[in-house]
């Protein structure tokens, strides 16, 4: 078991050697993109990467405050659906009613990788091995997709 300080340094550290070996890897655009913390440019969706000590994951999470516009947010994933499975080569698991870990309710498109350890560097290379081609992907995706949300900004 770790303690709180060990745990926290070895996530950053997972969290920085992904960063470095993103760096060179430009978006969809041709741009230089900071892959851990991927800017949708509308508020309330973003693309998550997580990972802990059972598992792994990749998400799209739409955490508007409005139940009402978070619902459109998700109709109009769904009606993108086939192209995103598409470009991403897998199906992922559709939920649009969760709550996140501070008990706000969330919709989520996403998949996930167990058992892997964060906190184990032996597990890394499987971690990035994960989420590398799937955020590559989803960025592909957004760089078309992204026009269709322009009206709920």
Known sequence: MYSKAEA???RQAFWTAFGQYMAPVPSAEGETTNWIN???GIKHLYFRMQADNRR???AIE????????RE???E???ELKTVLHETLGEEWVWDPDMIDAQGLPLSCIYTD???VNVFNRDDWPKLISFFKP????????WADAQYTFEALK
């Open 8 to 10: 926290t340094q070895l």
């Open 38 to 40: 991927y800017k949708t």
């Open 56 to 58: 792994a994951y990749v």
């Open 62 to 69: 739409m955490n508007h405050p409005d139940a009402g516009i």
């Open 72 to 74: 459109l947010f998700f």
């Open 76 to 78: 109009q994933f769904r």
């Open 113 to 115: 990788l167990s058992p």
């Open 134 to 141: 799937r955020i590559i992907a989803l960025d592909a995706f």
